[in-house]
Nanobody, 125 residues
């Protein structure tokens, strides 16, 4: 089993920044893809970003390109999401997800087997 724990959420004004972190533990190795998703009230959970196990390949949802950056530290089994120029529409619960393999092009919720509990991000206008 793999356990994922997110941290770093909070309340920020529009234009501000937050850095989310996800710590992985349990039966984890470097051979896994990590992703971030978010879910706003009344909406489906949606893909935000993903990163390959070596960190060389990343994917982003169109609306966050140029503002968000995903990164990972395999030595520490962590993945981060740096969020800049935040907008009110970025308000959501953000979830960390993991799936074994090296295909970072995983954008669907059911592509990932392991999930964190989520962390709230609220952007005020």
């Amino acid at each position: 089993q793999v356990q994922l724990v997110e941290s770093g959420g909070g309340l920020v004004q529009a234009g501000g920044s937050l850095r989310l972190s996800c710590a992985a533990s349990g039966r984890i190795s470097s051979w896994y893809v990590m992703g971030w998703f978010r879910q706003a009230p009344g909406k489906e959970r949606e893909f935000v970003a993903s990163i390959s196990w070596i960190g060389s390949t990343t994917y982003y949802e169109e609306s966050v390109k140029g503002r968000f950056t995903i990164s990972r530290d395999n030595a520490k089994s962590t993945v981060a999401l740096q969020m800049n120029s935040l907008k009110p529409e970025d308000t959501a619960v953000y979830y960390c997800a993991a799936e074994y393999g090296n295909n970072a092009a995983l954008r669907r919720v059911h592509d990932y087997a392991y999930w964190g509990q989520g962390t709230q991000v609220t952007v005020s206008s």
